[in-house]
């Protein structure tokens, strides 16, 4: 039987749980308010000189296929986007939180499963357009439990996973039977505690749950993309009872049923790419080891980073007055106004 854990035992278990660094909360946060201004997040992220190289670094590098330099925080912001911004934070944040755990080949598979989760679950939700501010944020941070578990016991918890793959285990059972709480119970007293938003806390919580109703909440999303992300091989233990794909294509909520249709081999494909590439934070970006961020979906086509900035960014060196954009059109109005008066007068004249 499972052992249980005393009140006392399960803050002592917490407490050894390292919490993500300050400025990723209060990054979360901010990014969480529609409004906020590239000047804010500058001034946040410039807190910490570390951190800016990092962004700083991956806005330089082929993972964005910009052939310019950005050399400021503020150029790389916007240049990414405070979606990708958002995105970008909390997965290098989470993979230099388990940077020595990724050595550890079942520690490893751990962090492929989150990042998997959160790719799956952000193009989900782009298919319904509900939830794409939160959903990559969401699909990353549903494992905060196993993350927490992990860090405090890293050897105990590797041995745990090799031995459920061994002896085909339930994973959330063994977690029980180890360390005296599931990854669930730990991920919803760390989300808490971490004042992370309302749906997060729920999200780290029950996405083990059945979603059998399949409200189109951000739970079924999560929930979706964490049954994907094992199904396409992105697991922490093989799953005692894997839904293939196509069985999860056709479970779908009506709202996606008709919406997306589940490529296997090229989101596989994909998907091992990020993964690979967000690895290990320190390491070079090389070429064509990710995607550009500008396909935010997972089958659109690439687009050039210089179209994107023109899409995106105005040109300073092409603005155009506002006298110059009113007198444009009444110059016309008085040449077409012209043609017809010579018209007519030559044709009165004949």
Not at 89 to 117: D, F, I, P, Q
Not at 171 to 192: F, T
């Amino acid at each position: 039987m499972p052992r249980e854990l005393k009140q006392q035992d399960r803050k002592a278990l917490l407490s050894r749980i390292p919490a993500f660094p300050p400025i990723v909360l209060r990054l979360l946060n901010l990014l969480s308010n529609d409004d906020v201004g590239i000047k804010d997040l500058v001034a946040l992220v410039s807190s910490d000189p570390a951190f800016s190289a990092q962004l700083l670094r991956v806005a330089n590098s082929p993972l964005l296929g910009y052939h310019g330099q950005v050399d400021s925080l503020q150029s790389a912001l916007v240049l990414l986007g405070l979606r990708r911004v958002r995105a970008l934070t909390m997965t290098v944040a989470t993979a230099n939180h388990m940077k020595a755990a990724l050595k550890v080949e079942e520690l490893s598979r751990c962090w492929r499963h989150m990042l998997a989760c959160a790719l799956l679950t952000e193009e989900l939700a782009r298919s319904c357009s509900v939830f794409e501010d939160r959903a990559y944020t969401a699909g990353l941070l549903h494992d905060v439990g196993r993350l927490g578990l992990l860090l405090a016991h890293p050897a105990a918890y590797a041995e745990m996973l090799r031995d459920a793959d061994r002896n085909a285990l339930d994973l959330l059972d063994c977690e029980r039977e180890s360390l005296g709480m599931d990854h669930c119970e730990a991920g919803r007293a760390l989300a808490k505690q971490w004042n992370l938003p309302g749906d997060f806390q729920i999200v780290a919580a029950r996405h083990h749950d059945s979603q059998e109703n399949y409200q189109l909440d951000l739970l079924t999303l999560v929930h979706l993309g964490c049954k994907l992300a094992d199904s396409l091989g992105f697991w922490v233990v093989k799953p005692l009872q894997p839904r293939t794909v196509e069985e999860i294509q056709e479970g779908l909520p009506p709202a996606l049923k008709d919406r997306i249709h589940i490529d296997e081999e090229r989101w596989r494909e994909l998907l091992d790419r990020r993964v690979q590439c967000y690895a290990d934070p320190d390491a070079p970006l090389s070429e064509g080891s990710l995607p550009p961020p500008e396909r935010e979906a997972l089958e659109e086509p690439n687009l050039p980073v210089e179209a994107l900035a023109k899409k995106h960014l105005p040109d300073p060196n092409e603005q155009k007055p506002l006298v110059a954009d009113l007198l444009m059109p009444v110059a016309i109005g008085l040449l077409i106004a012209s043609i017809i008066v010579a018209v007519v007068h030559f044709a009165m004249t004949m």
